[in-house]
């Protein structure tokens, strides 16, 4: 079982819809969580991150976290095409350890 | 100017060169970390330093050796380079105020060998 696991896509919404992101993990000591977003050819960048169960929300994005589930998600609201990219989980035990990623595409 | 800088930014060798990836900072974070990223697997650390002299393997760090020279330049070497080590790599800097939680990346470096 890899250590952190993410629905490989790619996952394609229109525009204007929610698009759900999955992430699941199996160090039950994880403390933090976090949402990297990256364009084709560019570097991740951080877009979320969360400690606690239950949801964080920032603007159009909401993460939520089970503990208990050992899973993570991103929502994304009012899908936009530039949010088309891959979105990449990671998740802190001992060390930051990244999902293969997510390929999101959003269709105008 | 970018605050986290790598160079070359591609580069495209032979089997059993050494080969130098570099990484500046000016962010002025402790913490330094060189992961490789390949279709399919994500990214997946092969070296960090939390400080000049502190260097940690990663969950890769076969075939790679590196060099904290100082605070911002953290180099990552492959002493004899083979195919499979043709992938992306990025360089990435934490600040131990921050918990080390947020890193913010290079641009990357683009590594093919031939």
């Known amino acids: 079982q890899k250590e952190v696991e993410q629905n490989s896509g790619p996952l394609s919404v229109p525009e204007g819809a929610i698009a759900s992101l999955n992430c699941t993990y199996s160090?039950?000591?994880?403390?933090?969580f976090f949402w990297y977003r990256q364009y084709s050819g560019k570097s991740p960048e951080l877009i979320m991150f969360?400690?606690?169960?239950g949801d964080k929300e920032d603007g159009r994005f909401t993460a939520q976290l089970n503990k208990a589930s050992q899973y993570v998600s991103l929502l994304i609201r009012d899908s936009q095409p530039s949010d088309s990219a891959t979105y990449l989980c990671?998740?802190?035990?001992?060390?930051?350890?990244f999902g293969q990623g997510t390929e999101l595409s959003v269709k105008p | 100017d970018a605050d986290v800088t790598q160079t070359p930014r591609n580069r495209i060798t032979k089997t059993g060169k050494r080969i130098m990836l570099e990484c500046s900072q000016t962010?002025?974070?402790?913490?330094m970390y060189w992961y490789r990223q390949d279709p399919g697997l994500g990214l997946r650390l092969i070296y960090y330093?939390?400080?000049?002299?502190?260097?940690n393997k990663g969950e890769i760090s076969d075939g790679y050796s590196v060099s904290r020279q100082a605070q911002a330049k953290f180099s990552l070497s492959l002493e004899s380079a083979i195919p499979n080590q043709t992938a992306l790599y990025f360089c990435?800097?934490?600040?131990?105020?921050?918990?080390?939680?947020?890193?913010?990346f290079g641009p990357g470096t683009r590594l093919t060998v031939l």
């Open positions: 990671a998740v802190r035990g001992g060390k930051l350890i």
């Open positions: 160090d039950r000591g994880s403390q933090s």
């Open positions: 969360i400690y606690s169960n």
């Open positions: 962010k002025g974070h402790d913490r």
């Open positions: 330093s939390f400080d000049v002299k502190d260097i």
């Open positions: 990435a800097t934490g600040g131990r105020g921050y918990g080390d939680n947020e890193q913010f």
